[in-house]
Structures are given as structure tokens and as C-alpha cells.
């Protein structure tokens, strides 16, 4: 049987008490599982965020989503995650990556280093926080993501959640700037994922984060001004991307059963501006989680 669909949303902008507490609220309200932070200057200071969503809220899990290791020290991080998870209850999940913003890391006067260094990085912090979290006796589940074979290799040997993005670094941005990864290649790196993690007693959680969410009929609409930004695209071929749900209710969640059915994932997260947008979504997925679809993996909502 597949597992039960699980709902984040990344919430990214900062607000005063009692605007924080309120969009905390308004995500449980709607009925998401998880209210997730992220780690980038300008954006939240994560583990205060999340004590301040789980004073706000009672049943939501809270998250980061994800941690760039390149901040942190090993052992001081370790700290903030058994003082985050004492004050939230135990609702605490850790989501680690090894960062990709070199302008973040040069406006903080820390390395960036090479995508090899980051990774080794990253490596060495996930082994020292669990052997310092095992002696504290603070288990929080574990999310790790990224594209390539060695990122793939250590989500297989250590994470409790596998978390795909469907997007990677464009060559020379020092700012961040993420492509799209095609159907194809997302395929690819799933069925990499697996080979990876063949030999796992336990499989994985598998998490996808969603670039944009618009239930409508007329996807030409919804999508014009990302269009407008990128020509080389078609209409059809952005509506495939796995990340991108435009279309009808109907298509959309058929989508979302497809991509469980046959990849697994059952964990969803959303950005912010699309906290309303998925609540429908959420909403028809649990009142009917198996419902048949008729539709391609990776079909066209307008077809």
C-alpha cells in the first residue's frame, strides 16, 4: 500500500508576533502537516521561527527545509536542534543541504567551496550531529535532497525523508539561480535515488517540492509570465515538469496519485504564495487518496 500524503509549506517571508503566529494558524486551519522554514539571508532565522509556529499551532509538525551546512558548526547546531525540539514538543524535523548560494556565503564571509567540498561538508555534519544527538537522546527525523550521484548516495545511507526539488543550479550563478530539471531527467535521478537505496530495511520517505500550484482551466493564463521569462519553453513542456501543478482540480490530483503510484512520493511541499492555492488540492486528496487517474504520469492538464 502506498503511504498516506503528507503536506508542507515553506513559509519564507518574516513578519512581526502576531502576523507569524497568524499565517501559522491559517496553515493549520488549511490542514497542512508541516510548516517548514528555510535558510537563506534576508529570509526567517529558522529554529526561532519554528518555536514561534509551534506556540502558535498544536497539531502541525515544524521543519527546516532545508539547512545550509556551510552555516553551521556541527556542535553548535547540535544544540540549536535538541533546544528547538524540547521547546516544540518533539514536532521537530531536520531538514540539511549543502547549499548553493555562493553570494550568501561571500555576504557572510564564510567558503562556498567546490560542489565536492560542499558535499563532503555535509557529509561530515550529518555523521557529527548523529553521533551528538544519539547522546543527547534527541531523535528528529532526517531530510536530505540534491541531484547528484554523491548527494543521492548519502540520502540513501542516512535520511529518513528524500526530498527532490526538480530543479538544479545553473552553470556560473553565484546567485542561486535554479532550471528546471525535464521529466526525463527527473526520472533519472529518482531511479538513481533507488539504486542507492536498494539495500535500505526501511525505505525512505519521499518528499517533492512544488514550484507552483494554480487550479485552473486555462494553464496558457497561469503560466504567460514564466513563459514570458523563458521562450525556450513551451506551454506543454512546463505543464509537464513534475514540479509545476496547473490544471484542474481533477488533473492536478491525478497527477500528484501518478506520481506516487509510480515514484513513491507522498510528502508535498508548497511555497508560501501558494499556502490557499493547495488547500483544494489537500482537501480532495484526503477525502479520496486512491482514486483511479486516467491520466499519463506526467499528462498535460489540458490534454
Not at 555535509?122 to 544519539?134: F, G, K, P
Not at 540520502?155 to 539561480?177: N, R
Request: charged share 25%.
Amino acid at each position: 500500500m502506498p503511504r498516506p500524503f503528507r503536506f508542507g509549506v515553506n513559509l519564507l517571508t518574516s513578519a512581526p508576533a502576531d502576523e507569524w503566529r497568524a499565517k501559522c494558524g491559517r496553515a493549520e486551519e488549511l490542514g497542512y502537516d508541516v510548516i517548514l522554514v528555510p535558510d537563506h539571508l534576508g529570509m526567517v532565522a529558522p529554529f526561532p521561527a519554528l518555536v514561534a509556529a509551534a506556540e502558535a499551532t498544536e497539531r502541525p509538525r515544524v521543519g527546516t527545509f532545508v539547512l545550509n551546512a556551510g552555516f553551521w558548526n556541527p556542535t553548535l547546531l547540535a544544540r540549536e536542534v535538541t533546544t528547538t525540539n524540547d521547546l516544540t514538543g518533539g514536532r521537530l524535523e531536520l531538514g540539511l543541504g549543502t547549499g548553493y548560494v555562493q553570494a550568501e556565503h561571500d555576504t557572510a564571509g564564510l567558503p562556498f567551496g567546490s560542489p565536492r567540498e560542499r558535499v563532503d561538508h555535509l557529509r561530515y555534519t550529518v555523521q557529527e550531529l548523529e553521533r551528538l544527538l544519539d547522546a543527547a537522546e534527541c531523535r528528529v527525523p532526517l531530510l536530505l535532497g540534491g541531484n547528484g550521484d554523491r548527494m543521492l548516495r548519502l540520502t540513501a545511507a542516512h535520511a529518513d525523508i528524500a526530498a527532490f526539488t526538480g530543479a538544479s543550479l545553473e552553470p556560473g550563478s553565484t546567485t542561486g539561480k535554479l532550471a528546471p530539471v525535464d521529466a526525463a531527467g527527473f526520472d533519472q535521478r529518482v531511479a538513481r535515488y533507488r539504486e542507492f537505496a536498494a539495500d535500505r530495511t526501511e525505505p525512505a520517505e519521499l518528499n517533492l517540492l512544488i514550484q507552483q500550484v494554480a487550479v485552473t482551466d486555462d494553464p496558457a493564463s497561469a503560466l504567460k509570465p514564466l513563459l514570458d521569462r523563458r521562450p525556450d519553453l513551451s506551454l506543454e513542456q512546463v505543464v509537464d515538469l513534475p514540479v509545476m501543478l496547473i490544471g484542474t482540480l481533477e488533473q492536478i490530483t491525478a497527477k500528484l496519485r501518478a506520481l506516487r503510484d509510480q515514484h513513491g512520493f507522498s510528502y508535498l511541499t508548497v511555497l508560501e504564495p501558494h499556502l490557499e492555492a493547495f488547500a483544494p488540492v489537500m482537501a480532495e486528496l484526503r477525502r479520496n487518496p486512491v482514486a483511479a487517474h486516467t491520466h499519463p504520469l506526467l499528462g498535460s492538464p489540458h490534454e
